[in-house]
T-cell receptor, first 115, second 112 residues
């Protein structure tokens, strides 16, 4: 198993550009989520999904869109990048049917810089 | 979830010492607690968890203690090694939720 795979690992954008951070997991996990990590702020939840076709907002959803067309993939879209979105982004997944727990499996992160 | 916080942002220890990382939580309904380790440039990795019906759980060189009376969680690392240097996060969930609330993290620095 590859676990949770994120691409790209690094990205530099100009203000106003759009991009998609990709996340894929091969563990048949129902739950997937996106966090951003900023210095001194810990991990903040952006969006999450409890299964294909179902998404919901987390703590800091503004400026981000998600979709969940398959169990495996959960892309995060920045429609018009802003410098405030400079951060490290982590995708995480959890749980099999009937065995959802708080243990998350994280990807390696995507470092985004918006100029 | 409510606030989950840490007492100390940075902890420096000597190799071979025991380390204790503390975490306070405020949600009395929290019933599942997890510790994660995040090494530099990597994603957080699960270390150990504990449910609210327990007050202690041991793993390999790590022990988690839960004091529900004062809403306090600690992670003890025995014989700390340089490879233990990382940021440690506590997280909690409540009511069967699979969405943990994370604390801000404590940086553990182990000096050889």
């Amino acid at each position: 198993n590859a676990g949770v795979t994120q691409t790209p690992k690094f990205q530099v954008l100009k203000t106003g550009q759009s991009m998609t951070l990709q996340c894929a997991q091969d563990m048949n996990h129902e739950y997937m989520s996106w966090y951003r990590q900023d210095p001194g702020m810990g991990l903040r939840l952006i969006h999450y999904s409890v299964g294909a076709g179902i998404t919901d907002q987390g703590e800091v959803p503004n400026g981000y869109n998600v979709s969940r067309s398959t169990t495996e993939d959960f892309p995060l879209r920045l429609l018009s990048a802003a410098p405030s979105q400079t951060s490290v982004y982590f995708c995480a997944s959890s749980g099999l049917a009937g065995k959802l727990t708080g243990e998350l499996f994280f990807g390696e992160g995507s470092r985004l810089t918006v100029l | 979830g409510e606030n989950v916080g840490l007492h100390l942002p940075t902890l420096s220890v000597q190799e071979g010492d025991n380390s204790i990382i503390n975490c306070a939580y405020s949600n009395s309904a929290s019933d599942y607690f997890i510790w994660y380790k995040q090494e530099s440039g990597k994603g957080p990795q699960f270390i150990i968890d504990i449910r609210s019906n327990m007050d202690k759980r041991q793993g390999q060189r790590v022990t988690v203690l839960l004091n529900k009376t004062v809403k306090h969680l600690s992670l003890q690392i025995a014989a700390t090694q340089p490879g233990d240097s990382a940021v440690y996060f506590c997280a909690e969930t409540s009511g069967g939720s699979y969405i943990p609330t994370f604390g801000r993290g404590t940086s553990l620095i182990v000096h050889p």
